[in-house]
């Protein structure tokens, strides 16, 4: 069983950066899959980005590429979304969320992950 808790979202002027964190309770975390989503009101969820289980490969939607980086740090059973020149457009919810098993590929759907965070709120505007 995993447990997730999303930290470090607030307001932020456009482009400015958040660090937003992932912590994670259990050993199967460091095998996990983790990948981050968002939720803008009105909207479907959507992929932002996602780490396989010992960070050797990362995966980000068109739009965040050479803005959001992803990381994770085993030792303290956390991942980390940093986002950079931050816009208006990605206000929304931000979710981690993890897959069981081990050895997994990186998914970009939201129902192949089994573990949720209660997510963190992300506000662009000056």
């Known amino acids: 069983q995993v447990q997730l808790v999303e930290s470090g979202g607030g307001l932020v002027q456009p482009g400015g950066s958040l660090r937003l964190s992932c912590a994670a309770s259990?050993?199967?975390?460091?095998?996990?899959?983790v990948g981050w989503f968002r939720q803008a009101p009105g909207q479907a969820r959507e992929f932002v980005a996602g780490i396989n289980w010992n960070g050797d490969s990362t995966s980000y939607a068109d739009s965040m590429k050479g803005r959001f980086s992803i990381s994770r740090a085993d030792a303290a059973n956390t991942v980390y979304l940093q986002m950079n020149s931050l816009k208006s457009e990605d206000t929304a919810v931000y979710y981690c969320a993890a897959r069981s098993g081990w050895l997994l590929p990186i998914a970009k759907i939201d129902h192949e992950y089994d573990y949720w965070g209660q997510g963190t709120q992300v506000t662009v505007s000056s």
């Open positions: 259990g050993r199967t975390f460091r095998r996990a899959v």
